[in-house]
């Protein structure tokens, strides 16, 4: 299963259970992912996938280390885009 398919199988998951914060969190995930797969014209590899995942993650933590304690929304995005991380081997 592609990482495309996991987020949109776990954005699903949250829009059932009427978790709004991780149904938009996973919506950005995915359209970085489907925006980097419209650039390339052709589906991503694994590798591309995780790129583009961790590339998101570093951009979340930037803005975390910016943003003022009291904006607990991104630190909870931070948390689950964490969840979708891949492992490195």
Known sequence: ????????SAMVQAMKAGDKQTKETLS?????????AIDKRADLTEE??????LKEIKQTKETL?????????I???LSL????EPTRH
């Open 1 to 8: 299963m592609s990482k495309i398919d996991e987020v949109r």
């Open 28 to 36: 950005m995930l995915l359209a970085a992912l489907k925006n980097k």
């Open 48 to 53: 591309e996938e995780t790129q583009v995942i």
């Open 65 to 73: 280390e910016m943003t003022p304690p009291d904006r607990t929304e």
């Open 75 to 77: 630190i909870e995005e």
């Open 81 to 84: 885009i964490h969840i979708s």
